[in-house]
C-alpha cells in the first residue's frame, strides 16, 4: 500500500522520517512516497483532504477535522518552542498600525500572535524563510518568525519583540502546540493506528541512530548551517515527538477549547485523535 505523506523540509520532519521514508525501519506493507511543501501549503492542501497522511499546524488542523484525525507521535509541542516576533528598529507607533509579516493565515504562528497581542491586525502572508529578510528591509515592521529563524535573526541585526510561546504560556498555563500528524479520518483504524505506530519507531531509530539520517537532513535544509540544523532538531523533536504526554494532549484541548469558542458554527467531527 502506497501513501503520500507530506512533509516541510524543515530538519525535524525530515529527522523524524528519514527511517520510515528509507528502509531503516519495518513498514509492512506500507510504503511511503514523500510530498515536500512549506507548512502554510500543506495547511492548505489539508483543507482539500489531498494528502493520506500529512504535517498540519495544530490550528489548521482544527478547522480541518472533517477530512483528517491527528496522530499521537511525530509532532511538535512543547515549552519554549513558540514563535519569535520581531522587529529591525524601534517602532514609535501604536501595534494597531505596524504591518507585519506573518508565515500563513492558517498557521499556529498566526494563532498565537492573535490570541496574545489582538491589537495587531494588519498582517501580510510570506514565504516563513523570507521574513527575516522582508523585516530587515523595512518591507514590514515586524515579523513572526518559526522554525530555525529563530535561531538566526539576531545575526540580521534584528530584535525581539516577543515570545509568542511564552506568552501563550503565561495565559494558558499550557505547553505550545505547533504542528502534528495527520491522517485521513477516513482510512480505516487499523491503517491510522499502524502508521502511527510506524512513525513513532521512525522517530525512536532517529534518535537512536542520529547519524543515518544527516545527508537526508541537510539535502533539505540547503544552505542552513549545520549548527542551525542541529539545534533546530533539539528544540523541535522531544519526548512530546514520541508519542503525546498527559500535558502535551491538554494543550491542545486547550487550543481546542478556543477554537470552538471562536467558532461556534464548528461541526463536531469526531475526536481530535486516532483511536488507541
Known sequence: MQIDIGLSPCPN????????????????????????????????????????????????????????????????????????????????????????????????????????????TNKTERIFHEIEGDVSAGRFDAGVLIHENRFTYKERGLSLIADLGSLWEEKTGVAIPLGGIAIQRNQPIQVQRDIDQLIKESVEYAQLNPAESHDFVAHHAQEMDSTVRQQHIDLYVNEETLGLSAEGYAAVEK??????????????????????
Open 13 to 120: 520532519d525530515t529527522f523524524i522520517f528519514d527511517a520510515l521514508l528509507h528502509g531503516r525501519i519495518d513498514t509492512g506493507p506500507y510504503r511511503f512516497r514523500p510530498i515536500f511543501a512549506d507548512v502554510e501549503e500543506l495547511n492548505r492542501m489539508a483543507s482539500h483532504g489531498k494528502l493520506t497522511v500529512t504535517k498540519l499546524s495544530y490550528y489548521a488542523y482544527l478547522s480541518r477535522m472533517n477530512h483528517y484525525v491527528m496522530m499521537h507521535s511525530g509532532g511538535a509541542l512543547g515549552r519554549g518552542v513558540g514563535p519569535l516576533l520581531v522587529r529591525a528598529r524601534e517602532l514609535h507607533k501604536a501595534k494597531s498600525e505596524w504591518s507585519v509579516a506573518i508565515p500563513g493565515v492558517s498557521t499556529t504562528a498566526n494563532f498565537l500572535l492573535s490570541y496574545t497581542l489582538p491589537e495587531i
Open 255 to 276: 487550543m481546542h477549547e478556543i477554537y470552538i469558542r471562536n467558532h461556534p458554527e464548528a461541526v463536531d467531527s469526531g475526536s481530535l485523535f486516532v483511536s488507541i
